[in-house]
Nanobody, 124 residues
Framework: QVQLVESGGGLVQAGGSLRLSCAASGRTFSSYAVVGWFRQAPDKERDFVAAISRADNTYYADSVKGRFTISRDNAKNTMYLQMNSLKFEDTAAYYC?????????????????WGQGTQVTVSS
């Protein structure tokens, strides 16, 4: 059974940094077509943040480009999201996810494996 477990969330001041981790068990991250991060603020839809393909191509939402970095450590079977220059509007629950979808996608509905989420709160 595949399990994704996020960690690293917390409370940080605006301008600060956090690194989120997502550990996978039951399957390797490198075997998925796409793995990525999403976030969901209260009363809002789940939004794409960043993704990395099997070929190690990375993609970012415009709102985080230049501030966030997605990476994957295949030896540890762990994915990371380094978040710098955090803003109040980055406050949300962050989820890691994985998919075998036949083409590259950033749509939450196309991802079939999800973690339980980790809360990131940025104080202004």
């Amino acid at each position: 059974q595949v399990q994704l477990v996020e960690s690293g969330g917390g409370l940080v001041q605006a301008g600060g940094s956090l690194r989120l981790s997502c550990a996978a068990s039951g399957r390797t991250f490198s075997s998925y077509a796409v793995v990525g991060w999403f976030r969901q603020a209260p009363d809002k839809e789940r939004d794409f943040v960043a993704a990395i393909s099997r070929a190690d191509n990375t993609y970012y939402a415009d709102s985080v480009k230049g501030r966030f970095t997605i990476s994957r450590d295949n030896a540890k079977n762990t994915m990371y999201l380094q978040m710098n220059s955090l803003k109040f509007e980055d406050t949300a629950a962050y989820y890691c996810a994985a998919t075998d979808y036949w083409r590259f996608t950033t749509l939450p509905r196309d991802f079939h494996s999800w973690g339980q989420g980790t809360q990131v709160t940025v104080s202004s």
